[in-house]
C-alpha cells in the first residue's frame, strides 16, 4: 500500500519504542470480538477492519507529512458524518471539532475512529487523519494542512475496580480514609414520610369514586398493606453507596460545592453491564462490583479543550490520590483495575 493509498485512511502512528502486538493486545482489551481479517488485518465489523502493521519508508512519511519512517495502523472503514458541522462553541479534549469541521464522524467511522483515540492516548501516539475534501483543514494543522491528533495521557485519571466482593459501607469507609482521611459516607435517603399533598387523588373526588368501587378500593389497600409489612420486616438490600472526600489542603472553611482542588468520589454498584476487558475472566457466576474512584476538578475542564495551568496542577494531584485509593481497594477486594478509557491497569505501576 503505497503513501498516496495510505492518506485516505486514518492512520495510528507508532514509534519503535511501541510494538504492533501492544495495538493489537489493547485493541481486543475494548473489542474482544475482534478476529483476524483475511488481509491479515483485524476485522472490528462488517464494514471496518484496522489494517496493519504497515512500515513507511521516509519518503512515504514525508508524503504523508508525519515526520520520520516507521509503522502505522490504518483504519479502513466507510466515511460516515454529521450532516451539520460541530457548533461554534464546541471545546473538546481531544480536539475533534478541528479535525472534522464539516461533521463529526459518527456510526461506524465514529466508533472506530474513537477506538484509534482511546489507544493512541493509552500508547501515547498520534493519529493522522484521513484526507477528505469535504472536511478542509484549519489553520494551524502541521504540514500545510496535514491533521494530526495527540491524545493527551494524562487525561486518564479515574479508575474502577472491579471484584466479586461487596464491600459494606463500613468496611470501605476506612480503606478510603487511609488515603484520604476527610471522606465521609454520601447522605443516606431521608426517611420516607409519605407522598407529598396532592400526590395522591382523593378517595373522596367523584373521579376516583366512578372508576373504582368500594370493594376494589379496599382489596387494592389491603394488598398494599400487605406489600409494605413484608419489605418492611426484612432488612433494606443497599444496591450501591457513594465515599466522598475533598483533597488534602482543601480542608476549613471551603464551599462544598466548588472546593479548590475538587475532589474524589467513590461510587460502589454492581456492574450491569459488560466489562470488554474482563470478558475472559470465568467469575463463576458471581456479581461484579464496580468500586469506581473518580476526581471532580473545581473548575470544570476535564472534558474541554481549553485548560487553564490550574487544572493541569490540580489534575497531577488528584491522580495521585486516585491512585492511591484504588489500590488500596484492589488490597481489600482482590480486584482487578480498569481506567476510564476501558483498558486493564496493572496496580504495581501505579
Known sequence: MMDAGLAQFHLLLIDEDTGPGDVVTLVHTLLPHASAAEDGGLRLSRHSTLLGPLPISAADAGALGVRGAGTVFALRSPVERETEPPP????????????????????????????????????????RVADDASSPARPGWASGGVKLLTPDPEDAVNLTVYST????????????????????????LAEWEGPASGVVDDPADPVV???????????????ADQFDAEAMAGDPEL???????????????????????????????????PVPALSGVDRAGMDLVAYEVRWMDSLSQRFVG??????????????????????????ATSGVIVDEFGFLVDRYHL
Open 165 to 188: 466482593y461487596w464491600l459494606t459501607p463500613e468496611t470501605l469507609l476506612p480503606v478510603v480514609q487511609h488515603t484520604l482521611p476527610g471522606a465521609e459516607l454520601q447522605a443516606g
Open 209 to 223: 369514586r366512578d372508576e373504582l368501587t368500594i370493594e376494589e378500593r379496599t382489596r387494592l389497600h389491603a394488598d
Open 88 to 127: 461554534d462553541w464546541m471545546s473538546s479534549r481531544d480536539g475533534l471539532e478541528k479535525a472534522f469541521p464539516a461533521g463529526l464522524p459518527n456510526r461506524d467511522e465514529g466508533r472506530y475512529f474513537g477506538l484509534l483515540v482511546d489507544v493512541a492516548r493509552r500508547l501515547g501516539a498520534t493519529i
Open 306 to 331: 481549553d485548560r487553564s495551568p490550574e487544572f493541569d496542577s490540580e489534575r497531577r494531584a488528584s491522580r495521585r490520590y486516585v491512585e492511591r485509593v484504588a489500590v488500596g481497594v484492589v488490597e
Open 239 to 273: 444496591e450501591g453507596y457513594g465515599i466522598t472526600a475533598l483533597l488534602p489542603g482543601s480542608a476549613g472553611d471551603v464551599d462544598p460545592e466548588n472546593p479548590p482542588g475538587g475532589y474524589i468520589e467513590i461510587l460502589v454498584r454492581v456492574e450491569e453491564e
